[in-house]
């Protein structure tokens, strides 16, 4: 299983702290949603998690391994990182790009491509090039290419921003899901997605953690107010509680 933890990371641009003495042990598996503030720190700590970024001091381990010392092939293989903003060098076609997802990783073939487009409802699309695709369908493309090699390891940056009210429920209930037997950590923009369906969710605000805990827990809990800076006031519904924001 496969175990990721950051310690007393610290990033700093312009004289500000992005990332400010954090620390987080998100474990083996499990869904966690990150939200925060915009400027909170969500998609650095993200890029950092995924290897991309290093920090100015701290460390991320990975099994126990520095993740600083890992060769990028290496952490392909078991962390997936899906970016908030993707574009491709060429105009390929949604097939073509699950394909590069797979080759990416030894061992995958033609039946894990059928397998990621058929499961992500991409049939219709696999010929399709990417300058033709919307931007749900483009969202959509994009995480088949991260899952086609079922990483141990998710880290998705806002995954269903771009997509419509159905197929947003339907990827943050499908990344939610993995966090069964994987780890999955998301950046969620829509609070109500975040407590619906994570189990954790961890409110970054400057840079720290403001507050980390279990979804049914947090969702009363003050401090995701004082990150947000307003007063929510919490609506039951059929599907639990939604957050209405009442100003300060």
Do not use: C
């Not at 496969?2 to 003495?21: F, Q």
């Not at 990028?72 to 962390?79: G, K, L």
């Not at 931007?135 to 995954?159: H, K, N, T, Y």
């Not at 499908?174 to 950046?187: I, Q």
Request: charged fraction near 25%; avoid cysteine; glycine fraction near 10%.
């Amino acid at each position: 299983m496969t175990v990721l933890a950051a310690h007393d990371l610290i990033v700093a641009r312009g004289g500000r702290a992005l990332v400010d003495r954090l620390s987080l042990d998100l474990g083996t598996t499990g869904s966690i949603a990150l939200v925060g503030p915009n400027g909170a720190g969500k998609s650095t700590l993200l890029r950092l998690l995924a290897g991309l970024d290093k920090p100015d001091s701290g460390s991320i381990r990975l099994d126990g391994a520095d993740l600083g010392t890992l060769s990028a092939v290496q952490r392909s293989r078991r962390i997936g990182y899906l970016p908030q903003h993707f574009e491709p060098h060429w105009d390929l076609t949604a097939g073509q790009l699950v394909e590069l997802g797979a080759h990416r990783l030894e061992g995958l073939g033609a039946a894990a491509i059928r397998n990621v487009l058929e499961s992500h409802a991409l049939n219709d699309l696999a010929d399709r090039r990417w300058s033709t695709l919307s931007g749900g369908e483009r969202g959509r493309v994009l995480l088949a290419m991260v899952l086609v090699g079922d990483p141990s390891v998710l880290l998705a940056d806002e995954p269903a921003a771009a997509l419509d009210i159905r197929h947003r429920l339907d990827v943050a209930a499908l990344l939610a899901a993995r966090g069964l037997e994987r780890l999955s950590v998301v950046v969620v923009h829509d609070l109500d997605l975040a407590f619906r369906f994570f189990d954790r969710v961890v409110v970054l605000d400057g840079g720290k953690v403001a507050a980390d805990g279990p979804a049914a827990q947090l969702l009363h809990d003050e401090r995701l107010d004082q990150a947000f800076g307003v007063r929510f006031e919490r609506v039951a519904t059929a599907a639990g509680y939604s957050l209405v924001a009442n100003g300060r």
